[in-house]
């Protein structure tokens, strides 16, 4: 019983030479895989720590993690975790004096700046959480909408430490009347000669969203990198990762939603053909999503005969994720699949697993997730212009042949 | 307000010059850090790719996790878990071609080798612990017993996945009749010439162990590092560091404990001034333990008037770690501190934080555990020869003064 499922090779294999993996007698896909990374963009310096073997690197600002790298463990390591900025990030020296960060909070009685040292007074909380890209699966339209490809790997999930933002804003005497949405601004330095409004990164979400929403300085552990935000980071639970505003220098609550390009024509979604305008649905909650990560195609043809642990990840965006199940048809039977690990909190993503004995013979394997508000992972994507929110399981299922 | 405790600069800044950090105009007490951090032991090559600023380097096989770096997500980032190796790590030719490493499987009705690509079809399971050496605490003994004298930092909550012992018995037929003890060997490459029993890692624990056991490939996400005993680990959550046996390469179900001379006289409960034979109780069950990691001594003197966030980690051993209380003067009263982030299941620990406002004055801050079993962290160690299992919350606290 040689089953070569949920064993793949790794990144640590890419760390050997190709004589080495030649000499360790892998099969021959792990050779193609190693000459594709050869080929492949180098790290920018900014993400240098990066796991180089985990990611695809699309530009110098945005990096996808490998479906074939993502563990087990629940949580993503911040050197797999993909990156998406919309501006380059600022220049080291933000992270020097990292409590010297100042941040202005507006909207709220008694307005005005703070800096982490402050900040860090006021309380502590920790949340785990899925990051996603709201582009994430828009390498499944067969529109190709213009933006980065990403398949399943711009996400991860990961813990979060900072002050509640309801806590900052009591402390400040609590948010002004009429204000019903909570807008962030980064802190990127921003091109001269050109309109700040059309490049800048600012977004609104609804004010409640502060409910659960952080001002963090700390990911996975550690002070957030430069390049995920640090020295400081919204984090807005539940909500698409656009909304969770890196460097930012500003937290205001406001009476109508930012007038920023990226706010009021980006990221919202358009019907195929159109163009963003503010009368459309902004990308803001995530919806409830699963995929699998083995085995997975790459995995080539397996053994027959043997026992197939099938796993992937399943959230719920706004809602915790009940349950998924798993076909092993292309969706025409499904089975119940077990969760393992910890439950995380309501935003964290569940490792799920569906123990398969398969005969030869080629497979489609689709994982289907439903939230605890009875929201079912739907079969189709919704079509939009720019690929955004793709959440359908039939796009995420993959082809597996066992011999 | 300007009250400078949980905000300690920490191992990012020891990546800058000392030049930058004096223009960052930081306390003086950081520029020690530097000077302390130059004349530190460089990190060993197989594990070069830690943060470097975040542990202490006592020898080639030991590194600390400083107390200063613990952050406040719940999970110890690989990069700056502690290190204690028994004997130096095998090649990093093992870790090559990792689902080809193989353990024999001894002690059950049908035994036989099984390598890792066959354990990954068998189960999949997930588990958050905390990994500690039983030496952890020992730097607080005022006998200095030898061995390495750390404090906190021998000690992280990490995830692991991997196979269910459990399901790896049953599929071999289960348990022979009259096994007690569950044996670990490690495959370290020994030293010739001498007597293995002398030099060998084997430890056994109850067999009854073996429920919530896992033969472990991942951790935090990855492959397991070299250091950290990949391609495959013994976990036994619950249990001392050293119970849980890396690169294993025997896993047999025994009548007795192992007669390896790290089971049968070293790891024993001897009695000052004693040694170690098989009569004492060994190493094994961690026992309700609590820390605080912030504010610390090395913050220097604090402001006064502002709200301190006091915070730390505590857990329960083979217990999940029901509360946690917080005393600012040395243990005459405590206050109840409030949990954060999630619970990440019974062998994880918990961050705990209490808010306090500090007057002037000097400040002994300490941390007090109780267990689900109602077990309550004591205030004295318990005193042994080799200064194993300190839990003592006297000897855990911290001094702060506030201008």
Known sequence: MTVALTSLPRRR???????????????????????????????????????ASDVIVHSSTTLETKRSAFGTSGITPSNQLYLRNNLPAPDATIVADRDAWEV????????????????????????????????????????????????????????????PVRAVVESLGGVSAGMRFMTGTGGEKLPEGIDPKSIMVERSVPAAAMQDALLAWEMNGEPIP???????????????????????????????ESDAKIMSHGYRMSPPGGKGDPSQPSVQEMSVK??????????????????????????????????????????????KARFIGPDMGKYAWRQFVLQARLPAGTYTLASRATDTAGNVQPETRGENQSGYNNTSWADHAVKVTVA
Chains 1, 2 share one sequence.
Not at 27 to 33: D, F, P, V, Y
Not at 230 to 247: E, S, T
Not at 293 to 308: K, R
Not at 315 to 329: P, R, T, W
Request: aromatic letters at 8%; a positive charge; hydrophobic letters at 45%.
């Open 226 to 256: 430069l390049a995920h935000g640090g020295p400081l980071r919204l984090i807005v639970p539940g909500y698409q990762g656009v909304n969770n505003i890196k460097y930012i220098k500003q937290l205001a609550f406001t009476a109508q």
């Open 104 to 163: 202005t909070v507006a909207g709220v009685k008694s307005p005005r700046k703070l800096t982490v040292r402050e900040l860090k007074t006021l309380g502590l909380e920790t949340v785990t959480m899925v990051l996603q890209c709201s582009g994430n699966g828009r390498g499944f339209f067969p529109s190709k909408p213009s933006g980065t490809p990403w398949t399943v790997g711009a996400a991860g999930c990961v813990v979060w430490s900072g002050v």
């Open 290 to 335: 699963s995929w699998i990560n083995s085995p997975l195609p790459e995995s080539g043809t397996l053994a027959a005969g043997g026992t197939v642990q099938i796993q992937g990840v399943a959230f719920g965006g706004l809602h915790a994720v009940k349950g998924v199940e798993v076909s092993i048809d292309g969706g025409k039977t499904w089975q």
């Open 13 to 51: 294999l890419l760390t050997g030479s190709a004589a080495a993996l030649a000499g360790a007698g892998l099969a021959s896909w792990s050779q193609g895989a190693l000459a594709q990374a050869a080929a492949a963009k180098p790290l920018p310096a900014y993400v240098g720590w990066k796991n």
